[in-house]
């Protein structure tokens, strides 16, 4: 069957209505027309959130993940991850030039859209100066499912470097529980301990889960 004609209503619908009235599977059955036109892709698409568990697990997993899926070749995969570099661009640009504790949420929203349903575990910095605005976003270790390697030395190096006034430590647990550990809490204070003495304050140690975040600043653990 040509699916050239579903194609055309899905593509009537959401330019007259939005996205609101699809299901997950048509948003994404739509995108996967493109990167594999010749194709009726809706099967595919229930077939991939039913192998990830939802969109932003979708998004957010590895090509090669993405690949293993029967029927979805480089291209699509591609295709899915343009999407989610797209999402996690206008995300992050909307947060430059705007003081990132006066704009909590939206950082949140940013750190869950790109660590939340990652498998591995990622530790991140996000350096900011003296207004509290966003100098850069920097990964500074990637390790396995339960530990990522960081040193404090490194985080008050690279924040000397670009001279920083503040950071806030980032980091995801691919659990997808969201409790800080004791390990998590006494590297943090170790970067507040070797900060310190020059300078750099630490705001915060954000934990991100697939059940949403923890703040260490809130939890009174620093």
Do not use: C
Not at 8 to 33: C, I, K, N, P, S
Not at 144 to 170: D, F, G, M, S
Request: charged fraction near 25%.
């Amino acid at each position: 069957m040509d699916p050239s004609g579903h194609r055309e209503r899905l593509r009537t619908r959401l330019m007259d209505g939005g996205g609101d009235a699809f299901h997950d599977y048509e948003l994404l059955e739509y995108l996967l027309a493109l990167a594999i036109p010749r194709r009726d892709t809706k099967q595919l698409a229930k077939d991939l959130l039913t192998e990830f568990g939802s969109l932003a697990a979708l998004l957010a997993a590895d090509p090669k993940e993405l690949q293993r899926v029967p029927g979805l070749g480089e291209s699509a995969a591609a295709a899915i991850k343009f999407v989610e570099a797209v999402m996690l661009r206008a995300q992050r640009r909307s947060l430059e030039g705007r003081p990132v504790l006066s704009s909590w949420q939206a950082l949140t929203d940013y750190l869950h859209a790109s660590m939340a349903h990652r498998t591995t575990e990622e530790f991140r910095v996000i350096f900011l100066n003296t207004k509290n605005q966003i100098m850069r976003d920097a990964v500074l270790g990637q390790g396995t499912v339960n530990a990522a390697p960081v040193y404090p030395r490194e985080v008050v190096k690279r924040a000397l470097e670009i001279q920083a006034a503040a950071v806030i430590l980032v980091h995801n647990h691919p659990s997808g529980d969201p409790t800080p550990s004791r390990d998590d809490i006494t590297m943090t204070r170790a970067v507040i301990e070797a900060g310190r003495h020059l300078g750099l304050t630490v705001h915060d140690h954000v934990i991100i889960g697939q059940t949403g975040h923890s703040s260490m600043r809130a939890q009174g653990l620093i």
